[in-house]
Nanobody, 125 residues
Framework: QLHLVETGGGLVQPGGSLKLTCVGTGTTFYNSVIGWFRQSPGQGREGLFCIRGVGSVRFYDEGISGRLTASRDNDKNTVTFQLSSLKSEDTGVYYC??????????????????WGQGTQVTVSS
């Protein structure tokens, strides 16, 4: 089991960028896929992307792929992503999640094992 903490949220201006990091505590981080999700106000949680243990990325939201770069550091147990050209629609609570296994990104939210508490991002001028 992994304990996950998201950092980097806050207030960001439209057109700007944000950088969020998921920090995992536990010995299995390197052997887990890590996913990022967003819950916008009044909406359900949606998947953004999943990063495999080897660092390759599967986007759940293809529309965001052109604005998002992600990486992981298995020595530091972190996954970081940067989202640019921010819009008001990017406002929401961002969560990271983990699932054991280095290569397979889940198709369904129910397949994720561990979740962080979330970090709020507000895009507003």
């Amino acid at each position: 089991q992994l304990h996950l903490v998201e950092t980097g949220g806050g207030l960001v201006q439209p057109g700007g960028s944000l950088k969020l990091t998921c920090v995992g505590t536990g010995t299995t981080f390197y052997n887990s896929v890590i996913g990022w999700f967003r819950q916008s106000p009044g909406q359900g949680r949606e998947g953004l992307f999943c990063i495999r243990g080897v660092g390759s990325v599967r986007f759940y939201d293809e529309g965001i792929s052109g604005r998002l770069t992600a990486s992981r550091d298995n020595d530091k147990n972190t996954v970081t992503f940067q989202l640019s050209s921010l819009k008001s629609e990017d406002t929401g609570v961002y969560y990271c999640a983990a699932r054991p296994g280095r290569f397979v990104c889940p198709d369904n939210e129910s397949e994720w094992f561990d979740w962080g508490q979330g970090t709020q991002v507000t895009v507003s001028s």
